[in-house]
Structures are given as C-alpha cells and as structure tokens.
C-alpha cells in the first residue's frame, strides 16, 4: 500500500488543522492505521491509531481530547482532526498502515508494528 499525508501547515496556537491520508493498492481496510510524529532533534513518537473497521482508537496522553483519528474505508483515507493547537505539536505527522490488528494500546505505540509509512506532512504551531 502507498501512503500520501497531506493537509499540514502554519497555524496559530488555539487553532485546527484536518490532516488526510490517502492510501492505494491494497484493501484500506484490511490495515490497521496510525498517525505518528516526529519534532526537530527528537524521536518519533505516536499520536493515535485506529482498527480495521474504526470501532476501536488509541491516543497518546498528549493528545487524548483535542486530537481525533478517524477513517472512511470506502475513500480510502484516514483523518487526523487536531484541534487546540500547541506550539509542542509543532512536528512532521506521519501514517503509517499495519497488516497487524492492533490488540490494545501499547502494541497501537510501537513503530516496529507498522509496515507502510507515508512521506510525513509538516506541522507548524507559531503565533
């Protein structure tokens, strides 16, 4: 599966950004999908990850409450909604897609599950 993040930018503190990821080749659905992030001189780290059919999400505590992941298996594409922007958001996102049915929390954290990553999209969180 191909993986295109888009719908990064500038935005003030307080502010929204919807962030997309467009997938082809393979069945959509037949990945479970995450969203990670990785800021300037830092490791990447998880932000959210959502089940094949979307009835189960799993956030990072950073995140939990402002930031909602969501998808749409007939377009193909997954969603990141995140709201009350900071400027410790500031980071490249990235998708990521997993063969792997995500079986709880941690495992939806670890890198090493995940077997497709998209190029990253940039976030910038400045007044």
């Known amino acids: 599966v191909q993986l295109q993040a888009s719908g990064g930018g500038l935005v003030q503190p307080g502010g929204s950004l919807r962030l997309s990821c467009a997938a082809s080749?393979?069945?959509?659905?037949?990945?479970?999908m995450g969203w990670f992030r990785q800021a300037p001189g830092k490791e990447r780290e998880f932000v959210a990850a959502?089940?094949?059919?979307?009835?189960?999400?799993y956030y990072a505590d950073s995140v939990k409450g402002p930031f909602t992941i969501s998808r749409d298996n007939a377009k193909k594409t997954l969603y990141l909604q995140m709201n009350n922007l900071k400027p410790e958001d500031t980071a490249v996102y990235y998708c990521?897609?997993?063969?792997?049915?995500?079986?709880?929390?941690?495992?939806?954290?670890?890198?090493?599950?995940?077997?497709?990553w998209g190029q990253g999209t940039l976030v910038t969180v400045s007044s």
């Open positions: 080749g393979r069945t959509f659905s037949s990945y479970s």
């Open positions: 959502i089940s094949r059919s979307g009835g189960r999400t």
């Open positions: 990521a897609a997993a063969f792997t049915a995500l079986s709880d929390r941690n495992q939806a954290t670890m890198l090493a599950v995940y077997d497709y």
